[in-house]
């Protein structure tokens, strides 16, 4: 129908008389009544003014979605929820984390448990270019987080100052740059480079040139020196001494080859004493005029009750006709300060006419062994020795 009736009457709808199934209403058409009864039931619904009143229980399988909701009991898995929100009542409560139960105890000794409860909690991540991924204990990479809009680290590399600019240069080489022509409480380590320095107080500097171009700052003309003061000529014409030098310097020197020690000793009578590493050896030198017996060195400091090895080192010139080289290894006992040659070995000879293998002969005498010259012809050689104890 097309035309809109009002019909006050009472409609009773039964089930199909052939299917026997549930009374139906089925038809794209409007209901106007303010009443539904159950004809099962005591159960009503009373339709009125933006209120819609059950007279009994309500049962959902999805979802209710209204601006409000008032009943006498709400229950979600057969828990009152009034319960649960009353929380005046709940005086402690126990949480089992196997079966994710929560017991709530209320003050007249019921209690309430909550059940379904789930714990998640991230057991790990990951990042992969700039998407953090987090485990969780349920799953593997549960979120994520998009860094795309965070900025990378930057911090400072260097400071540079030139030319009234100061560069302050950062590792993603945004420099920051600004231009600076007055300072206050400056402080400089190392050196400060300008045509021009205006300060009311300066310490602790360092001129470096003549000074002609500072200004109200005397400078450094000129100066003499003598026994000791120096007398210094600035650039007012004024003058200033400098007292105290003392001039030390080297007059000699002695050298111990049993200790290897080098003395040397100084103008004002104080010595300096240098060891010289036993593997340097310094030669003795001598000279023989005619047919002589010398002793050229003498081998001493050997350890008293021990034996020890001596290495010698001998060679003789006069020109490149006559010369002379002799090594020989000494075999040295020591008893109680007498010391006795064991054994000689040659190790090298190498001479020429009017020097023979027997020019060089050693003699232990008391406690050293000298090095001797021995049958020399009336020629002229300079000799020089080397020996090194080898315990």
């Known amino acids: 129908m097309s035309n809109w009736s009002d019909i006050n009457q009472t409609f009773v709808i039964e089930p199909l008389s052939i299917t026997g199934g549930s009374p139906t209403v089925s038809a794209c058409t409007s209901l106007f009544t303010n009443n539904i009864i159950s004809c099962s039931g005591d159960t009503q619904i009373f339709l009125r003014t933006g209120v819609i009143t059950f007279d009994g229980n309500l049962y959902t399988d999805n979802q ?40 709530l105890f209320k003050d007249n000794g019921n209690q309430v448990n ?53 560069v302050i240069v950062r590792n993603d080489g945004s420099n920051l740059n600004t231009f600076i022509n007055t300072f206050t409480g400056l402080t400089v380590n190392g050196t400060l480079s300008s045509s021009s320095i205006s300060a009311t107080t300066i310490t602790s500097l360092e001129f470096i040139g003549d000074g002609s171009n500072l200004t109200g700052i005397p400078y450094v003309t000129g ?70 017996t010398l002793i050229i060195d003498t081998i001493s400091g050997f350890t008293d009750d021990s034996n020890s090895f001596i290495v010698s080192y001998v060679n003789a010139y006069k020109d490149n006709t ?3 080289f002799w090594k020989r290894t000494l ?61």
């Open 64 to 103: 209710i979605s209204a601006s409000t909701i008032n009943a006498s009991t709400y229950y979600s898995g057969g828990t009152n929820i009034i319960d649960i929100i009353n929380y005046n009542n709940i005086t402690g409560g126990t949480f089992d984390n196997i079966s994710d139960t929560l017991t």
């Open 114 to 166: 909550v059940t379904g409860l789930t714990d998640y909690y991230t057991t790990g991540s990951t990042l992969i270019g700039t998407t953090a991924y987090f485990d969780r204990n349920d799953s593997l990479s549960a979120y994520t987080l998009n860094l795309d809009l965070f900025s990378a680290d930057t911090y400072v590399t260097g400071v540079t100052f030139s030319n009234n600019q100061l």
């Open 223 to 292: 100066g003499t020196y003598s026994n000791g003061d120096a007398l210094f000529i600035n650039s007012t014409g004024g003058t200033f001494n400098v007292t105290g030098f003392t001039d030390y310097f080297i007059t000699g020197g002695t050298f111990n080859k049993n200790n290897k020690v080098l003395t040397l000793n100084r103008n004002d009578n104080q010595g300096v004493d240098i060891t010289i590493p036993s593997r340097i050896l310094i030669p003795t030198t001598a000279q023989t005029v005619s047919n002589e």
């Open 322 to 324: 006559d010369f002379g």
């Open 331 to 391: 075999a040295i006992n020591n008893v109680s300060g007498v010391v006795t040659v064991i054994g000689e070995n040659s190790d090298f000879d190498r001479v020429s006419s009017g020097i023979t293998s027997n020019s060089v002969v050693y003699s232990a005498n008391s406690g050293n062994v000298s090095i001797i010259i021995s049958g020399e012809t009336s020629k002229n050689y300079n000799w020089s020795s080397n020996w090194e104890i080898i315990k």
